[in-house]
């Protein structure tokens, strides 16, 4: 592999709370009285919290204070947190975990990178504290994706340049992310045919079919 590093999106990538996320908004958007479905839980994939509820919010005909949003987005947390308690390490597919320890023995270094500020509670239901070189996320940027930010922290944590790591991205807005940041990007999931990656995978393991 031309790459000497990997940076891995959590979400939808390593494991999938997709579900938990849509719940926790669904149930706040209910508290409010706000229309919400899957559609607008779609245009939220690899945004931060805030601006998660901004885009909730736009179906409300009322105006919120700062602390009323504050307040808003620690109830959404604290929902999503309470769903993230069912995870294990059977939410861990033995594709991924395959793939991720052929990685790590081909001597590659290995990062998160994450908007999510759960990411290392995330980790650690899933059986992955401790195993990547790296973790950047929500709780160490100061901008969301499409910001490259969280890349760039990553890659700057494993002591590689842009030109050396490839990202791995399922959402759109994390596609451009890695691209803004100078990355290589292979995409699976929903951004799999998106014309700015580099790369575009089928399943998480087609990652090695890379050279």
Not at 38 to 44: A, E, K, M, T, V
Not at 63 to 89: C, H, I, P, W
Not at 95 to 114: F, M, W
Not at 149 to 154: G, M, R
Request: hydrophobic share 45%; charged share 25%; with cysteine.
């Amino acid at each position: 592999m031309r790459y000497k590093g990997i940076i891995f999106d959590l979400d939808g990538v390593i494991c999938s709370t997709d579900e938990y996320h849509y719940l926790a908004w669904k149930a706040l958007a209910d508290q409010l009285g706000i229309e919400f479905d899957r559609q607008i839980n779609n245009r939220l994939r690899g945004v931060s919290r805030m601006e998660s509820l901004e885009i909730v919010l736009e179906k409300s005909n009322k105006v919120y204070s700062d602390a009323e949003k504050a307040q808003f987005a620690e109830v959404k947390n604290a929902l999503y947190r309470e769903l993230l308690g069912q995870m294990s390490t059977a939410d861990l597919s033995e594709e991924v975990e395959a793939t991720l320890n052929v990685l790590r023995n081909k001597g590659l270094a290995l990062a998160i990178g994450s908007s999510s500020k759960n990411t290392p509670f995330i980790l650690e239901r899933i059986g992955l504290a401790g195993f990547f070189d790296a973790v950047s996320d929500g709780n160490n940027i100061t901008h969301s994706k499409p910001d490259p930010e969280v890349f760039l922290k990553a890659a700057q944590m494993l002591g590689l340049p842009p030109a050396e790591c490839l990202v791995v991205e399922d959402a759109h807005a994390g596609v451009q992310a890695a691209v803004a940041g100078g990355f290589d990007c292979a995409a699976m999931g929903d951004a799999k045919d998106d014309p700015r990656a580099t790369w575009h995978l089928g399943t998480f393991s087609d990652i090695l079919m890379i050279r």
